[in-house]
């Protein structure tokens, strides 16, 4: 039986708590097919780092490999050993690489380790001349300026007549820098540089595409893609409408509902002072819960940019936030509903289906990826499948 149709103790939990989010993981799943099928004749990677951008890495990690996934992505080694169960004969590359002291993961994990440097190129070496052959993935630096060999440490190691028949990857890849902005003239000089490396590696398999980089077309797919953000319903392309599906719903309760007079003020450093009679809503939700105080409507720098504050959903309308938000409490300004609509108890959308996570991300200025990824401890969580 579908889990969203049947009653457990954990459904109590989810109907009483203060803050709750609600992870689709039918979109989850469909939206990763989306992007497989964006990919063409490339396969499509699941990536599953930080907590799968929030969404509770098991319950994510199971919907994906059931629906096909075989190649994983995650940060560390950490992240990799604790995702093994989920994926059983699944294919785990470990960005972070591999150090000295946590070798003993990735080999009794199997786990793959991306090599991003001379050094980590020197660490895993030593440890398969002292444990056996084990995969690894060469990564390449062709303009980002954060990880990966150089270009020409790339090439000059795959001409090396001495480099040994040990060293053999099971994959060569780059990351792109702006492939969110598609004319970015980045795009193409990385593009470039990356099938110099890809051809020194023949019969290699290749990565560079991310979510964006998918849009960008065939010639950026390669053999292997690593749709990230997309997968979780969030924007990756600027300037072009999301058609991706909501994947989660973040929700908080409201714990008092208040009557305020015209000139009073607002929440901390009384920085909403109040034009009218008003009706505020106060939710168990703040900065603590990764709801962020740049979204306040009033007494952060963010606000005198001229970009609108946070808004909740409730009772089919928006709602703006009031004043500053604070730690674990959000005000909001709910007037403009009917009179005695809104009641302690009821739950505000923070972001889901009425708000993009992409639109209440730009009221904090900053991206959906970190609104996602800052989700704390206090919500409980409720897995739904179609």
């Known amino acids: 039986m579908p889990r969203d149709t049947m009653h457990t103790a954990e459904d109590d939990l989810f109907e009483s708590a203060s803050n709750r989010l609600t992870i689709d ?119 980002m300026n954060r990880l990966g060999l150089s270009v020409d440490e ?20 780059s990351h792109l820098a702006a492939a969110d902005s598609p004319d970015h003239p980045l795009n193409a000089r990385q593009l470039a540089a990356f099938r110099a490396v890809s051809a020194a590696y023949e019969g290699i398999p290749a990565s560079l ?16 893609t690593r749709p990230g953000i997309a997968t979780y319903g969030g924007e990756c392309v600027n300037d072009v409408a999301n058609p991706m599906r909501p994947v989660v719903t973040a929700e908080a309760r409201i714990v008092q509902v208040r009557q305020a007079k015209a000139g009073e003020t607002a929440s901390y450093g009384a920085t909403a002072v109040l034009a009218r009679d008003t009706v505020i809503a106060i939710a168990s ?25 946070g808004v909740g959903f409730l009772h089919g309308q928006r709602v703006p936030v009031l004043g500053r938000v ?18 302690a108890g009821d739950y505000i959308e923070l972001f889901g289906s009425n708000i993009r996570v992409d639109d209440a991300a730009r009221a904090a200025g900053t991206i959906g ?18």
């Not at 499509?44 to 096909?68: H, W």
């Not at 604070?326 to 007037?335: H, R, S």
């Not at 990826?369 to 409720?382: A, D, I």
Request: charged share 20%.
């Open 209 to 224: 595409a991310n979510s964006a980089g998918i849009h960008l077309g065939p010639d950026y797919h390669f053999d292997l």
């Open 25 to 143: 993981l039918s979109a989850l799943v469909a939206n990763w097919q989306t992007m497989g099928r964006l990919s063409g004749k490339a396969s499509a990677a699941a990536v599953l780092k930080a907590d799968a951008y929030g969404t509770g890495i098991e319950d994510a990690a199971i919907a994906l490999y059931e629906a096909g996934a075989r190649d994983f992505f995650v940060a560390n080694a950490e992240e990799g050993a604790g995702l093994r169960p989920f994926v059983p004969d699944g294919r785990i590359y470990i960005l972070a690489g591999m150090w000295p002291g946590n070798e003993a993961l990735f080999f009794d994990n199997d786990l793959v380790p991306i090599v991003n440097s001379e050094e980590q190129l020197a660490v895993y070496m030593s440890a398969i001349s002292e444990r056996g052959d084990h995969p690894c993935v060469l990564h390449v630096d062709t303009g």
């Open 369 to 386: 990826y970190e609104m996602l990824t800052s989700l704390g401890l206090r919500y409980e969580r409720r897995y739904i499948e179609g």
């Open 285 to 309: 939700v703040g900065y603590a819960d990764g709801y962020l105080r740049a979204q306040s409507a009033t007494g952060v720098p963010l606000r005198q940019t001229g970009i609108g504050g």
């Open 154 to 173: 790339a090439l000059a190691l795959a001409h090396d007549p001495a480099r040994p028949a040990s060293f053999s990857p099971v994959l060569v890849m």
């Open 326 to 343: 604070t730690m674990d409490l959000t005000l909001f300004d709910v007037t403009d509903l009917p009179a005695g609509s809104v009641r």
